[in-house]
């Protein structure tokens, strides 16, 4: 049988984090693997309905990309990917928009109701609430050559948001779930890496924490072993001696965007961990990666 007194030094421990982030906003990227697993998506829901419950302001962006890959293997259609983006024809753009607007999101908000939130489904094109650009993807063919230019489609880059919507929602106690689906100057529809969305949301919001649910412990050492805190000028060292590599580095420079622009603090962890949120937030050691801007 458990100990009741070990129960209560949790929630002591607890305590001061609740008290320090109280009425915060904390923006969650939540993707990958994390959203398959049926264990985890319940403990997903219950941490951001807690935060909601004890006085915080969780707000979530969502990925999607295995869903929407799925659907367009059914159509019969050919996922292509230029480094690391999907190639988003019109036809492929209808496809994420009803993939992540009308089923992802929905069975996010659906999933965190039932624990007892009041989650609302968004789009980024609801208020404009993500105004995007067409993203320009250049290609580098080496030194005195002029770099490729190549045309990926309806893939975008933030170019504004709109904060509004959100603290009107987050006032009414709702939770916010957004897809990352951008809406440009004259109402054509983006599709906008959810790892960016979150983070310049992060900062439009002027974000407490900054979340990245992923399907690593979190940034790693040469020696492979966590590291449980790094300030940005360290990260960059990092990045420069390749040590953080591959996938890991746009969710790095993600991070490092969002605090040079006003986030407080970024954390990456192992969203396959349950109620690995409320594990990074509230106790001394956390699970992942804390990164901040050195003063």
């Not at 990227?29 to 915080?56: H, N, P, Q, W």
């Not at 489609?153 to 709109?162: D, H, L, R, T, W």
């Amino acid at each position: 049988m458990e100990n009741p007194i070990d129960k209560a030094k949790i929630l002591v421990e607890a305590l001061p984090y609740i008290r320090r982030f109280y009425d915060k906003t904390i923006v969650i990227k939540y993707g990958g693997s994390t959203m398959e697993e049926e264990r985890v998506k319940r403990s997903f829901a219950l941490d951001v309905v807690l935060l909601k419950y004890i006085g915080l302001n969780p707000v979530v962006i969502h990925g999607g990309g295995p869903q929407i890959g799925e659907m367009l293997t059914k159509m019969g259609k050919k996922s292509q990917f230029v480094e690391g983006m999907r190639v988003t024809d019109g036809e492929t753009m209808d496809v994420v928009e009803m993939v992540l607007v009308g089923k992802v999101n929905k069975e996010i908000v659906s999933l965190i109701n039932q624990q007892g939130g009041k989650a609302i489904g968004l789009s980024g094109k609801d208020a404009r609430l993500i105004t995007a650009k067409k993203l320009k993807l250049t290609k580098s063919h080496g030194k005195g050559e002029k770099p490729e230019v190549i045309d990926i489609g309806m893939v975008g880059e933030v170019k504004a948001i709109n904060p509004g919507v959100i603290e009107a929602l987050e006032k009414e106690n709702f939770i916010p779930v957004i897809a990352p689906v951008g809406v440009g100057e004259r109402g054509e529809t983006y599709n906008i890496n959810a790892d960016l969305a979150a983070g310049k949301i992060a900062s439009a919001l002027r974000a407490e924490k900054f979340i990245l649910l992923t399907d690593v412990e979190g940034v790693m050492d040469e020696k492979h072993r966590l590291i449980p805190t790094l300030n940005a000028k360290q990260a960059k060292r990092l990045i420069a001696k390749k040590i953080i590599s591959s996938g890991m580095i746009p969710k790095v420079n993600c991070c490092l965007d969002a605090l040079k622009e006003g986030v407080a603090k970024a954390h990456i962890i192992d969203g396959r961990v349950e109620h690995a949120i409320l594990l990074e937030i509230f106790t001394d050691v956390g699970i992942g990666t804390q990164i901040y801007k050195e003063p």
